[in-house]
């Protein structure tokens, strides 16, 4: 047979952010103890990564479940919740081992004081992210939550706004989101509250995809933030395929002697994208 003798290698930018890697740790102890463990939604969006730990006994569940569960250890995933969580976990006996991630926390106790101040609150973030969910119940669901710019009616917008974002999206365009309302004459008081772990891929992808022939990009597609750095080296490298995992990956994308580079999201396990370049390996 004949082989491609493809030079492949992984961004070792890529992979978890600390703040998946500290729920998964946390996770992986107390399955160890007691072979089971509860998580409120997917801990971190890549179903191969859940599916590695319900294998070893994770048991993912939903809000609706959670009212009826007593009595239990329940994982609150770096996401983060909102405070009506904290209370029914009081109600219904349940110790909560809290993974929410440092920088999220952070940003849920920024917006909380914006609110007890009675700030109008403004939050770019995804509808319905379980980031932004636990950023709204701060505000007892009184923010106003919008992923574009097109979304705000700017001239019945307040004079003054209070803008924060989620921890995963676009600094570029959070600084242009800023741009726009200041020059259509509002007082924004801006809050910078992405986080820097994840930004930083964005240029460092850059340079990681132009550097070869094809990029394999790897991540579930549940991951908004795999969204946006799997756009960003397309921006780049408009030979980038993205895959979930090593299945997917097609041997006539590549061609010989090629150089391959792997690369994720911040929710992309690395031995997910090891066992990717076992498989371009074997073309």
């Known amino acids: 047979m004949f082989m491609k003798n493809l030079q492949v290698q992984i961004d070792n930018h890529s992979g978890f ?8 740790e946390m996770a992986e102890e107390i399955l160890e103890e007691q072979g089971y463990l509860f998580c409120l939604g997917d801990i971190v969006h890549n179903d191969e990564e859940v599916n590695r730990l319900t294998r070893k006994g994770l048991k993912i569940i939903e ?9 239990e250890k329940v994982l609150i995933r770096a996401h983060g919740e909102p405070p009506s969580t904290y209370q029914l976990a009081i109600k219904n006996n349940l110790t909560l081992i809290d993974a929410s991630c440092p920088v999220v926390l952070k940003l849920q106790n920024r917006i909380k004081n914006s609110f007890d101040k009675d700030e109008t609150i403004y939050i770019y973030g995804k509808h319905g992210h379980a980031e932004v969910i636990g950023l709204l119940g701060q505000t007892n669901n009184k923010a106003v939550v919008f992923q574009d710019i097109s979304e705000l009616n700017i001239p019945n917008l307040p004079k003054s706004i209070t803008l924060y974002s989620q921890t995963t999206k676009s600094t570029d365009k959070f600084y242009e989101i800023n741009d726009i309302l200041r020059q259509n004459g509002i007082t924004v008081n801006t809050n910078d509250t992405i986080c820097r772990q994840v930004s930083n891929r964005d240029k460092e992808l850059r340079d990681f995809a132009e550097k070869f022939d094809k990029i394999v990009f790897v991540s579930g597609t549940k991951s908004s933030n795999g969204k946006v750095l799997y756009n960003v080296c397309k921006d780049k490298n408009q030979n980038t395929y993205f895959v979930s995992n090593a299945e997917q990956i097609e041997s006539d994308w590549f061609n010989p002697n090629e150089t391959v580079g792997i ?5 992309t396990p690395m031995w997910l994208m090891e066992q990717v370049r076992e498989r371009i390996l074997t073309f």
């Open 17 to 24: 952010c600390f703040g998946v890697v500290y729920a998964i």
């Open 263 to 267: 690369c994720g999201a911040t929710s």
């Open 63 to 71: 809000h609706e479940e959670l009212y009826r569960l007593k009595d």
